[in-house]
């Protein structure tokens, strides 16, 4: 497996993560767990094989180009023969920036782009096709979404606001306990409105709500801190904040499907690329 990551171009920055390639050749099927990252990301498929994930009790083909909306619970992927994968990360909010609806209506879903946004994508597919440099692929889609961004109708004031919002929903973040509802309550009251208005506002421009995405973030942390093999999980539970061990159990395993000390014996792959 190969997986390289890009940064977007400086006038992209404040909207894109980063783009992502993925690339293998699996003579047997593949199967890993995808876990909630807070981030909304599109897929452009260009090897010969496609990957499926799993919904509605069975695996489905993934389209040509996948818009995948925030995961909010663990997700099983396979892939198995060639697979070339090259996507594009958003930041929790920049997703906003692009899309005309709702944003938690695509939550624990893969939709096919073309039908979110039309033709358009489907030319841009064929020529990430035609053009087999990752750095012309890349000028592509930076191409396209420029073209998306300076078309956008919708005030990008709110989703400026959002952004923020989400700034200080995670610099409320400490190694203490803290209760949920009074950390937010501390983030509406500095924006200068209701804890009610926070929640409408997150949600509809991010697919979280405000409680949604500070557990995603915190869960986001203690796989960083696990992935550096440097302290106990008893440690790095208080670290990310959680009240106790079995606090910290019970959200890991409500993103993972697994316990903390399974998921590092587990040798899952596919997350490890994404932890932030």
């Known amino acids: 497996m190969n997986f390289l990551q890009f940064a977007p171009s400086a006038i992209l920055r404040p909207y894109v993560k980063q783009y992502f390639f993925f690339q293998s050749n699996l003579e047997r099927a593949f199967e890993d767990i995808v876990f909630p990252s807070g981030d909304m990301e599109v897929i452009f498929n260009l090897g010969d094989d496609t990957w499926e994930t799993f919904g509605e009790n069975r695996f ?11 995961i909010t619970r663990p997700l099983a992927i396979r892939l198995a023969g060639q697979q070339t994968l090259l996507g594009i990360k958003f930041f929790t909010h920049s ?3 692009f899309f005309d609806e709702g944003l938690n209506e695509f939550n624990n879903r893969v939709y096919d782009l073309h039908e979110v946004l039309g033709h358009s994508v489907k030319i841009l ?6 053009a087999r440099e990752t750095k012309a692929r890349i000028t592509l889609i930076e191409q396209f ?7 956008r109708n919708k005030k990008t004031t709110t989703i400026d606001r959002v952004g923020s919002m989400l700034n200080s929903i995670e610099n409320t973040e400490t190694k203490h306990p803290v209760s949920v509802e009074h950390s937010l309550g501390l983030v509406a009251s500095q924006h200068g409105i209701t804890p009610r208005y926070l929640h409408k506002l997150v949600q509809q421009h991010t697919g979280l709500s405000p409680r949604e995405f500070k557990k995603i973030r915190r869960f986001q942390s203690s796989l960083r801190l696990i992935a550096a093999h440097k302290q106990p999980l008893t440690t790095i539970a208080h670290e990310c904040g959680y009240f106790d061990q079995s606090h910290f159990i019970r959200d890991f395993k409500s993103f993972t499907g697994l316990t903390p000390s399974a998921y590092v014996e587990s040798g899952l792959l596919i997350n490890k690329f994404f932890i932030d």
């Open 145 to 151: 979404l420029l073209k998306r961004l300076l078309r």
């Open 60 to 70: 489905r083909k993934t389209p040509p180009v996948e818009l995948w909306g925030q």
């Open 125 to 130: 597919h064929s020529r990430l096709l035609e």
């Open 95 to 97: 997703a906003a920036y």
